[in-house]
C-alpha cells in the first residue's frame, strides 16, 4: 500500500471528491483514511480483506481473534462475541430478572436504611433513645418510640406489599415459555434458563424474552412487524428485517447447521443503536448488523406467524432492563425550606432546652425545695452541678422535643398522593381523541408546580400536532405555492408533461421524494398505507403520490415506483440514514438506466454547504433561498433536497470505505458519518419542499395566559429561524410590539459584541444593570448558542434572555436544549418547567425542575421520563394555574399550621417550668402528649392540604394573572409570624387557664383537682383552639372541613372520657384515672370553653377582617367577587393591584394609536392558527386593505440579520396575496 503523503492542495475548492471521479488506491487507502481515522481493509498473506490484519485462522482452523478462539476480548475488550451453534467460550448473565427493591434477608436492613436518611427520623429515634435512661425523661420510656414505630410500621407495609406485587410479577415473567433450539430441536424452555447463544422461536402475538438477532421469518424478505410500546410507547408497528445471506434460512435443519459468529458491541441501555457483525463460515464477509436486525426484550411479535432469532443480550443486560433506572430525583423548593425550617426549630429546640436547664441550675436551691430528690449519686460541687446541668439538659430535651412535628412527613406523603389522584381524575385534562388522561409520575412536585416562573418548550409534537402535511415545493427556481394540489391541472405535473424547461428538474424531484426515504409500503383492498419512522417521511411520500410517483414496493435489495403508471425499479445500493448530527438522508440507487445515483434530502444549511461549484446556477440557488424563507414565513417545515451521479469505479471504492465503517464495534455511527461525507458531496440542486403542521388547539390562548401570568416561555426547536419567529407570532409568543433581538453569528467574538450591544441598549442609563421585563425577544440559532454558552458569555446572555419575555431558540440539537435549561435554572434560582413530546427532549425534561411529557405521535418517551404527563399542550394551563396555584396554597398552610399547632402546645411545658422549679415536670399526661400529632390534630392539616383552595377553577383560569399572587407566600417571614402566633396564643392558653384555676379549687364542694386538672383544662382549650384555628385559615369549607374541625374536639372529649375510666381494667394511665369526669363536671372549666378560646383567637379574627377589608389581595379581591357573585373583571382595570402593569398588553394587545382590543377581539384574535398577519386588516392598524404590514414605528435591533426589514428598519411587505385565508 502506497505511503505517500496526501497532495496539498492550493485551490480552496479542490478536494478530492468520490462523485464523478474514481480513486486511486493510494488515494482510498492512505489519503481519506489517515484525515477520518477510518480503518482499511488490509489484505493478508491469502488476499483476504482483515480487520487491520487481525483476524486468523489456528492451527485447527479456528477462527481467532486476536491469537484467542472467539474470545469476549475481541475487540481489545470493548465487545463480545458469540458462537453459532457451539457452546460459549465464556460464562454471561442468566436471563432471569428481578425487579423487587428487596428480598427476605435484605428488607429489614435496607428499609431502615432508607427511612432513617430522613433527619427528623434520626432526631426521633435519638429522642427514643435517650428515654431509655432512667430517671431522665419525663415523658416516659415509649411516648416517642411508639408513634415512631407505627409511623415506621405504616411506610414499611406500604413497601411489602409494592414489593410483593414486584416479586410477583417477575415469578410470573420468568416462568413464561420460549421455544429452544436444542439438538436440532425446538424444545420450551422457561425464560429465565434462555442464555447467550440460543436460538428460539418466537411466534405470533409474543413477547421477545431477551435481546435477540433477526435471522428469518415466515414473512418475504425476511421482514417481521414488532409493537415497542413497553420500550417507547409507541404503539404503531415497526418493521425489522433479517440480513438477505440470512432470511432464506427457513427451515430448523438450515438453521441447525449454521457456523460462524456474531460480535458486537457490549450491552448499553441505548435503544435506537446497535453495532455488530455476523460472520457465517470461515469463509465469506463480515456483514454488518445494525439496529433494523435487533429484536428487544419487552417488544412483541405482530402480523407476522413466526421469527427465528439468536440471543445476543439476557437479563439485566438487556436494553430494557438497562433502561429500568430510576429518573433523577428532584425535591420541590417547598421541601428544601421546610427542611431548613425544621433545623430552625431545632435550633430553638437546643436553646430552651439549655436556658431550662441554666435556670433548674441557678434559680433553684434544692436543699430549699424539700420534695425534689437530691442529685444524682450524691456528687455535690462542681462536679454535681455539671452533671445536674446535662441531665437538666437531657430531660428538658426530651420534654420539648415534639416542637419539630413528628407527623409532618406522613401528613406530606398523604396529601401529595390525593393531590396527585386529583390531577389524574382531571376530566378537563383527559384527551377524548386518544384515551389518554392526564398522569402525575410523581407526587413530591406538586406544589413546585404553582412557583413557575419559566416554560421552556418544545415546539414539533408539543406546540404542533406533529401530523405533517406537503403543501408545497420550489423545483428548478419554480415555486408552487401552498395548496397547489387543489388546482386542475396541477401546475408541477403540467410543466413536467409539456416539457417545461425545468422538467428535467422536476422528474429528479419527484423520482427522489418517492425513493430517498425508509418508508414501508402497506398494501390494503382500497388504498396503500404508509409506514414511515417520521412524520416528515410520509408526509413527502404521500405528496410524491398524489403527484403521480407512487411509492409501491421495498424490498432488501430494491424500490418500486409508479411514475405517472410507468413501473420503475431502483436498486438501493446503500441507504444513510438521518441522524440529528448529520441532518439530512441519502440513498444510492441504480437506476434503471444503470447509472448510479446519489439522492439526498436534509436541512439547507448542509445540503448548499455539500453542492457541486459547477453544475448549479447561482440564479436558481438565489431563487431557491427566497423561496425558503417565503415557506419559512408561513410556518412551513422546509428540506432541501439535491442529487448526483456516481461513476462505477468511485462507488465501489468508497463500498469498501463504507462496508469497513458499517462493521466496525466501536465509535460506528461516527466512522458511518465520516465515509458518508466521502460521497456526499458535489450535489446539484434540485429543489425543496414545504411541510405543513399545525398548531394544537388552544396553543395560542395558552401562551398569552402563561405570559400574563408572570412565566417567561422559551421554544427550543430544531427549525429554520423565519419558521420558528412565525410560529412564534401565530402562537402569539410574539406580539408585534415586541423588539426581535436577533442572535445570528458565526464566531465567538461576533456573538458576544451582538449580545453585549443588546445588554446595552436595553440597559437603564447606559448601564448593564438590565430591566426584569423587557419588551423584547431573543432569537437566537444554534451555531450562535453554541458561543452563547461559553463559559466568559454565558451569564450575560442567561441575563438578557431572562430580562425578556420570549425566547425562540432555532436549530437547537438535544444537548443545547438540556444545557439552556441547566444553565437558566442554576443561574436565576427559579422554578423551571420543561415541556416536550419526544426522545430528544428527555434530557431537557430532567434537567428542570418539574418535567411534563407529552404522549403524542412520536411515543411515550418523553412521558414516560416526566414527572407529569399530559396529552395536549393545552392542558398545562389547568395544570399550573388550577392544581399547580392550589397545591401551592395547600401545602404552604399545611407547613407552617403543622408548625403553629405543635409549638402552640408544646410550648406551654416551658410556660409551666416556671412555675415547677425548672424540674421537668409535665402538665399533661404522658400519652395524651404522644396523641396529640396522632389523633387531635391530624385531621385539620390533610384537609388544608387537600380542600382548601383560595379561587374558583374557572376564577382562576379566566384570570391567569392570580397565578403569580402567591409564588413567594412560603418564606422565612412567614414561617416567623406563624411561630410567633403559636408563641403568643401558647401564652394565651396558659396563663388565662392559670388565671381561671386560681388556687386549684373549681368545684363547688371545695375539692382540690391538681396539676393534671389543670394540664386537661389547658389541653380540652388547645385543641379547640387550633382548630378554630384552622376553620379561621380556611377559605373554602366543605363536608370533611367541618368533620375535621368539629370532628378532632368530639373525638378528644370522647378520649378523655374512656382514657380516664381504662385504669380500672387495664394496667396503664393510672395517673389520669377520673380526671375526665372532674374536668367536665367543673364550671370553671365551661367557662373557660367560652371566654379562653374566644380571647386567644379574637387578635387574629381583628387581624383577618382588618386584612380583608383594607389590605386586601388580589386573590382576596377576586374572592369577594366570586361569593358576591360579581363580574371580577373591573379589579384588573384598577392600576394599583396590577402586580406588573406592562405586562398587561400580551393579554389585552396594545397597538400603535395606544387602543386596546375589547374582550371578544382578544378570543377571535387568539382563536386562529395562523401568524396574525393573515387576517388582521379589519382589526389591527398594523396591516393595510391588501394584507401588507405597515411600517413599524419600534426600533428593531440587528436588522440586518432580519430578512424581514429593508435597510430602512421597515418590514417589507408579506408576500400572501390572500389576507382572508384564515385556515391553519
Known amino acids: 500500500m502506497s505511503t505517500t503523503p496526501p497532495r496539498q492542495s492550493t485551490n480552496t475548492n479542490e478536494h478530492i471528491a468520490l462523485v464523478n471521479m474514481p480513486l486511486s488506491p493510494e488515494n482510498s487507502n492512505a489519503t481519506l483514511h489517515e484525515d477520518l481515522h477510518i480503518d482499511v481493509p488490509v489484505e493478508d498473506d491469502d488476499g483476504e480483506n482483515t480487520l487491520n490484519g487481525s483476524e486468523t485462522q489456528n492451527d485447527q482452523g479456528e477462527d481467532t481473534v486476536d491469537g484467542a478462539i472467539l474470545s469476549r476480548n475481541a475487540g481489545d475488550g470493548k465487545s463480545r462475541v458469540i458462537l453459532i451453534n457451539k457452546p460459549q467460550g465464556e460464562h454471561f448473565l442468566t436471563n432471569e430478572i428481578s425487579t423487587a427493591k428487596y428480598s427476605v434477608l435484605s428488607f429489614i436492613p435496607s428499609f431502615l436504611f432508607e427511612q432513617f436518611r430522613r433527619y427528623s427520623n434520626i432526631f426521633f429515634l435519638c429522642i427514643a433513645l435517650l428515654q431509655q435512661i432512667p430517671d431522665v425523661s419525663p415523658t416516659g420510656r415509649y411516648t416517642t418510640l411508639v408513634p415512631l414505630i407505627f409511623i415506621l410500621s405504616v411506610s414499611a407495609l406500604k413497601e411489602i406489599i409494592e414489593d410483593w406485587k414486584r416479586h410477583v410479577a417477575d415469578r410470573e415473567t420468568n416462568n413464561r415459555e420460549i421455544d429452544v433450539l436444542k439438538n436440532g430441536q425446538w424444545q420450551p424452555v422457561k425464560w429465565s434458563n434462555v442464555g447467550v447463544g440460543d436460538f428460539l422461536k418466537v411466534k405470533n402475538n409474543m413477547f421477545f424474552p431477551a435481546d435477540l438477532i433477526l435471522y428469518s421469518t415466515s414473512e418475504p424478505q425476511g421482514i417481521c412487524y414488532i409493537e415497542t410500546s413497553n420500550l417507547d410507547g409507541e404503539t404503531n408497528l415497526k418493521v425489522r428485517q433479517g440480513l438477505p445471506e440470512t432470511a432464506e434460512v427457513l427451515d430448523t435443519r438450515d438453521l441447525a447447521a449454521l457456523t460462524g459468529y456474531v460480535e458486537c458491541e457490549l450491552p448499553n441501555r441505548h435503544l435506537y443503536e446497535f453495532a455488530g457483525k455476523l460472520k457465517l463460515g470461515n469463509a465469506g464477509e463480515e456483514l454488518a448488523l445494525g439496529p433494523d436486525q435487533v429484536l428487544l426484550r419487552g417488544a412483541k411479535l405482530q402480523n407476522t406467524n413466526w421469527v427465528f432469532g439468536q440471543v445476543v443480550y439476557t437479563g439485566h443486560e438487556t436494553k430494557l432492563l438497562k433502561n429500568s433506572t430510576a429518573a433523577p430525583l428532584k425535591r420541590s423548593t417547598v421541601d428544601k425550606l421546610t427542611n431548613n425550617q425544621i433545623i430552625m426549630l431545632f435550633i430553638l429546640l437546643i436553646l430552651v432546652s439549655v436556658m431550662s436547664a441554666i435556670f433548674s441550675l441557678v434559680l433553684i436551691d434544692e436543699e430549699k425545695i424539700w420534695y425534689l430528690p437530691p442529685s444524682k449519686g450524691g456528687i455535690s460541687g462542681v462536679k454535681g452541678k455539671i452533671l445536674k446541668f446535662f441531665q437538666s439538659a437531657l430531660t428538658f430535651l426530651i420534654l420539648y422535643n415534639n416542637l419539630i412535628p413528628i407527623s409532618l412527613t406522613v401528613t406530606l406523603e398523604v396529601v401529595r398522593f390525593i393531590q396527585a389522584m386529583f390531577i389524574n381524575m382531571d376530566r378537563d385534562m383527559y384527551c377524548a381523541e386518544t384515551d389518554t388522561p392526564a398522569m402525575a409520575r410523581t407526587s413530591n412536585l406538586n406544589e413546585e408546580l404553582g412557583q413557575v416562573r419559566y416554560v421552556f418548550s418544545d415546539k414539533t409534537g408539543t406546540l404542533t400536532r406533529n401530523v405533517m402535511e406537503f403543501k408545497g415545493c420550489t423545483v428548478g427556481g419554480e415555486m408552487y405555492d401552498p395548496d397547489f394540489f387543489l388546482l386542475d391541472p396541477i401546475p408541477l405535473i403540467e410543466n413536467l408533461r409539456s416539457g417545461h424547461k425545468t422538467a428535467d ?202 405570559i400574563k401570568a408572570g412565566i417567561s416561555v422559551w421554544v427550543l426547536t430544531g427549525d429554520k429561524q423565519e419558521t420558528a419567529i412565525n410560529i412564534g407570532y401565530s402562537s402569539r409568543l410574539l406580539s408585534q410590539s415586541m423588539e426581535l433581538l436577533i442572535v445570528n453569528q458565526e464566531s465567538l467574538d461576533a456573538t458576544r459584541e451582538c449580545i453585549l450591544g443588546y445588554i446595552h441598549a436595553l440597559s437603564r442609563d447606559n448601564s448593564h444593570v438590565l430591566p426584569k421585563e423587557n419588551e423584547a425577544a431573543v432569537i437566537i440559532d444554534g451555531k450562535s448558542l453554541t458561543y452563547a454558552l461559553s463559559c466568559d458569555l454565558r451569564r450575560d446572555f442567561i441575563d438578557l434572555c431572562c430580562s425578556c419575555k ?352 375589547n374582550d371578544s377581539e382578544v378570543a377571535s384574535a387568539s382563536s386562529m392558527s395562523q401568524p396574525p398577519l393573515l387576517n388582521w386588516e379589519a382589526r389591527s392598524p398594523d396591516y393595510d386593505n391588501e394584507g401588507q404590514r405597515r411600517p413599524t414605528p419600534y426600533p428593531v435591533l440587528n436588522r440586518a440579520t432580519a430578512p424581514d426589514y429593508d435597510d430602512q428598519g421597515h418590514r417589507r411587505p408579506t408576500p400572501y396575496p390572500n389576507p382572508d385565508n384564515t385556515e391553519n
Not at 463504507?658 to 458531496?681: D, G, P, V
Not at 392539616?941 to 394573572?961: H, L, N, T, Y
Not at 378560646?1093 to 383577618?1104: E, F, G, Q, R, W
Request: proline share 3%; charged share 20%; net charge neutral.
Open 806 to 1157: 420570549s425566547v425562540i431558540v432555532c436549530r437547537a440539537s438535544p444537548i443545547q436544549k438540556a444545557e439552556i435549561v441547566e444553565y437558566v435554572t442554576h443561574q436565576t434560582g427559579e422554578v423551571t418547567l420543561a415541556i416536550g413530546d419526544g426522545a430528544n427532549d428527555v434530557a431537557m425534561i430532567q434537567k428542570a425542575h418539574v418535567g411534563v411529557g407529552i404522549s403524542g405521535v412520536e411515543g411515550l418517551q418523553a412521558a414516560t421520563a416526566s414527572d407529569y404527563a399530559i396529552a395536549q399542550f393545552h392542558f398545562l394551563a389547568k395544570l399550573l394555574f388550577v392544581h399547580g396555584a392550589w397545591n401551592y396554597d395547600r401545602m404552604c398552610k399545611l407547613i407552617f399550621y403543622s408548625f403553629y399547632k405543635n409549638i402552640c402546645l408544646y410550648i406551654i411545658e416551658l410556660w409551666f417550668a416556671i412555675y415547677s422549679a425548672w424540674s421537668g415536670q409535665v402538665i399533661f399526661e404522658r400519652w395524651t402528649i404522644g396523641f396529640y400529632n396522632m389523633l387531635f390534630t391530624s385531621a385539620q392539616p390533610i384537609a388544608m392540604g387537600i380542600f382548601e383552595r383560595q379561587c374558583s377553577q374557572d376564577i382562576r383560569m379566566k384570570f391567569p394573572v392570580l397565578y403569580r399572587q402567591n409564588k413567594d407566600a412560603f418564606n422565612l417571614k412567614t414561617f416567623f409570624m406563624w411561630v410567633g402566633n403559636s408563641i403568643v396564643h401558647s401564652i394565651f392558653l396558659f396563663w388565662l387557664s392559670y388565671w381561671a384555676m386560681g388556687d386549684g379549687i373549681v368545684w363547688g364542694h371545695g375539692a382540690e383537682g391538681g396539676y393534671l386538672v389543670l394540664g386537661n383544662f389547658i389541653y380540652t382549650y388547645v385543641v379547640i383552639v387550633v382548630s378554630l384555628k384552622a376553620g379561621l385559615e380556611t377559605k373554602s369549607w366543605t363536608l370533611f372541613t367541618h368533620l375535621a374541625i368539629w370532628g378532632s374536639i368530639v373525638i378528644w372529649v370522647l378520649f378523655l372520657i374512656i382514657y380516664s375510666l381504662v385504669w380500672r381494667t387495664l394496667p396503664i394511665g393510672a395517673e389520669i384515672f377520673g380526671i375526665g369526669f372532674m374536668v367536665f363536671t367543673s364550671p370553671v372549666f365551661w367557662v373557660g370553653v367560652i371566654l379562653i378560646p374566644v380571647a386567644t383567637l379574637l387578635p387574629d379574627v381583628i387581624m383577618k377582617a382588618v386584612q380583608n377589608t383594607m389590605f386586601q389581595s388580589l386573590d382576596d379581591q377576586f374572592r369577594e367577587c366570586e361569593v358576591l357573585q360579581r363580574d371580577p373583571s373591573a379589579i384588573l382595570s384598577n392600576e394599583k393591584h396590577s402586580p406588573v402593569s406592562s405586562s398587561s398588553h400580551l393579554f389585552f394587545v396594545t397597538t400603535q394609536g395606544g387602543q386596546g382590543f
Open 505 to 706: 428538474e422536476i422528474r429528479e424531484f419527484l423520482v427522489l421524494l418517492s425513493v430517498c426515504h425508509t418508508v414501508i409500503p402497506e398494501h390494503t383492498e382500497t388504498e396503500v398505507v404508509y409506514h414511515a419512522a417520521s412524520p416528515d417521511e410520509r408526509a413527502l411520500v404521500y405528496g410524491a403520490s398524489k403527484l403521480g410517483y407512487v411509492f409501491n414496493t421495498r424490498t432488501p435489495s430494491y424500490v418500486e415506483i409508479s411514475a405517472l403508471g410507468v413501473t420503475e425499479r431502483y436498486e438501493v445500493l446503500n441507504a444513510l440514514e438521518f441522524t440529528s448530527t448529520r441532518k439530512r438522508m441519502s440513498v444510492i440507487v441504480k437506476a434503471p438506466n444503470g447509472k448510479i445515483r446519489l439522492f439526498c434530502k436534509g436541512a439547507d444549511t448542509v445540503i448548499y454547504e455539500r453542492l457541486a461549484a459547477h453544475g448549479n446556477s447561482e440564479s436558481n440557488k438565489q431563487k431557491t433561498r427566497e423561496h425558503l424563507e417565503i415557506f419559512a414565513t408561513q410556518g412551513l417545515r422546509t428540506l432541501c433536497v439535491a442529487a448526483a451521479d456516481i461513476s462505477p469505479h468511485a462507488y465501489e471504492d468508497w463500498r469498501k470505505i463504507y462496508h469497513k465503517a458499517s462493521t466496525a464495534i466501536q465509535n460506528r455511527e461516527l466512522k458511518l458519518e465520516e465515509a458518508s461525507n466521502l460521497i456526499e458531496r458535489n450535489l446539484i440542486l434540485l429543489g425543496a419542499t414545504a411541510i405543513e403542521d399545525k398548531l394544537q388547539d388552544k396553543v395560542p390562548e395558552t401562551i398569552a395566559a402563561l
